[in-house]
């Protein structure tokens, strides 16, 4: 089995931009597809990223997705920060057995 | 608009069992697979089984084989999760999660997700 590997927890003010890394241990990251999920407090998840880089109806485009193979990580960037992004933020992938999540980012808007 | 609604959970005592159950609805629910993912209090996101569109194909994460069972009834637009042999580690809030992939006979990730219910394991 692989694992994900998030930071427990980035900051940033409101604004800025801030970036939100998921390594995967083993398996090829541009083989299996990486989806990013926003968890408020208190609320249940909700999909901002899928395949990679494909944003939901509804998600603002200061939500992106992207990968990098070189270190075998994804990344999530939420440019212009608002209040209301301050959440948990997990990774996820698949391989042909097992569907994986990372141990969650938590973002803190201050 | 899609919606998944969560039903079943309580507390319940080690070695007992519970069932819960999922309605959807806002989208054509026999075209999709559909996931259980559970969380502990405080804790992250653990994916716990998945079964196909059809219900003919289901996977389970290693903790929970042999005492969990995903089914679901595609008349009435529901899936269900039976849980045997509670453990402790079993506690959580378990959200029942659509797949992404229409017609997929294995699914991967997730679109949509319901509110969640919590199941205590407590003696």
């Known amino acids: 089995n692989f694992i994900l590997t998030q930071p427990h927890s980035v900051s940033a003010s409101p604004g800025k931009t801030v970036t939100i890394s998921c390594t995967r241990s083993?398996?090829?990251?541009?083989?299996?597809?990486v989806q990013w999920y926003q968890q408020r407090p208190g609320s249940f998840p909700t999909t901002v990223i899928f395949?990679?880089?494909?944003?939901p109806s509804g998600v603002p485009d200061r939500f992106s997705g992207s990968i990098d193979t070189s270190s075998n990580s994804a990344s999530l960037t939420i440019s212009g920060l608002k209040t209301e992004d301050e959440s948990d933020y997990y990774c996820?992938?698949?391989?042909?057995?097992?569907?994986?999540f990372g141990g969650g980012t938590r973002l803190t808007v201050l | 608009q899609v919606q998944l609604v969560e039903s079943g959970g309580g507390v319940v005592q080690p070695g007992r069992s519970l069932r819960l159950s999922c309605t959807a609805s806002?989208?054509?629910?026999?075209?999709?697979?559909m996931h259980w993912v559970r969380q502990a209090p405080g804790k992250g996101l653990e994916w716990a089984a998945v079964?196909?569109?059809?219900?003919?194909?289901?996977y389970y994460t290693d903790s929970v084989k042999g005492r969990f069972t995903i089914s679901r009834d595609n008349s009435k637009n529901t899936l269900f999760l039976q849980m045997n042999s509670l453990r402790a580690e079993d506690t959580a809030t378990y959200y029942c999660?659509?797949?992404?992939?229409?017609?997929?006979?294995?699914?991967?990730?997730?679109?949509?997700w319901g509110r969640g219910t919590l199941v205590t394991v407590s003696s």
């Open positions: 079964i196909s569109y059809d219900g003919n194909t289901k």
């Open positions: 083993s398996g090829s990251i541009a083989r299996y597809s």
């Open positions: 999660v659509k797949d992404t992939t229409s017609y997929s006979s294995s699914g991967y990730y997730f679109d949509y």
């Open positions: 806002g989208f054509s629910f026999r075209a999709y697979g």
């Open positions: 395949e990679n880089n494909q944003r």
């Open positions: 996820q992938s698949y391989d042909d057995n097992n569907r994986v």
